[in-house]
């Protein structure tokens, strides 16, 4: 089942004014708990074994450490959480080197809060579809990771599947809504004659959607020839 609690958030920050300010935001949005505020490097390290925490909104510089060698050391480590670095740098190289080693945003200082919720909202977002994917499977199709890699699951320009080239959206669904009126499979010619393109097109599609894994095939014995192959919406 996906996990139905309050995402939980380790703040690192050593000015304790915008730590506080932070905590607030967290808790204007339904969904998250602030768990703790760290300002230090010894604090953080603790925290963070401790707590165990989903996310991090971790700052850049302190006076005892980098907060970009803290990320590299959480990105080592086997424990599976997540870092939003809050910070008031803005040297581009620090901003790539933040990227590259795995940051799911990168907010400048000082930040709105519509920037703070709409950066948390998005996490949500791709910590509960993370989490589906998890339950339903061990093993993700290619949409399904980009969904993950985009990280922003709810605009509408991100509701639309990437479609490799020579596939159209309308025949696409035109074929599965031809698989959906049936309950036994249908061959690749059979498909073609109902939509109304070759042969060779309606298996293009019926085959992209096998990769998508949203249809299984089977083999069909007739009374001579050879086998058919024969699709099914699962």
């Given at each position: ?8 958030v ?12 932070q905590?607030?935001f ?17 604090e ?11 996310l ?14 803290l ?11 997540d ?27 000082p930040?709105?809060?519509?920037r ?25 199709t290619?949409?399904q990771v980009?969904?993950?890699?985009r ?8 509701d ?24 036994y ?36 014995y ?5 086998p058919e192959?024969v699709?099914?919406v699962?």
């Amino acid at each position: 089942m996906v996990q139905n609690r309050d995402i939980e958030v380790l703040i690192i920050e050593d000015d304790l004014r915008i730590a506080e300010i932070q905590k607030r935001f967290i808790e204007k949005i339904e969904g998250f708990q602030a768990v703790g505020i760290a300002a230090s490097y010894e604090e953080a390290k603790t925290f963070i074994e401790l707590l165990q925490p989903d996310l991090l909104l971790l700052d850049v510089y302190f006076p005892d450490m980098n907060g970009l060698d803290l990320l590299k050391e959480t990105k080592q480590q086997e424990k599976q959480m997540d870092v939003i670095m809050i910070t008031a740098t803005k040297e581009i190289h620090k901003v790539q080197e933040a990227i590259s080693i795995g940051v799911f945003d990168y907010m400048i200082k000082p930040v709105i809060f519509e920037r703070f919720k709409q950066s948390l909202g998005r996490y949500q977002e791709y910590h509960r579809k993370l989490n589906e994917f998890r339950d339903e499977n061990l093993h993700v199709t290619q949409q399904q990771v980009d969904k993950l890699l985009r990280k922003d699951l709810t605009g509408a320009a991100y509701d639309k599947p990437y479609l490799p080239k020579g596939i159209d959206p309308l025949t696409l669904e035109k074929v599965l809504e031809v698989l959906g009126k049936v309950n036994y499979g249908l061959t690749a010619e059979v498909v073609a004659k109902e939509i109304g393109v070759s042969r060779t097109t309606a298996r293009r599609y019926l085959e992209h959607l096998m990769s998508e894994e949203k249809i299984a095939a089977d083999l069909a014995y007739g009374t001579v020839g050879r086998p058919e192959r024969v699709y099914i919406v699962k």
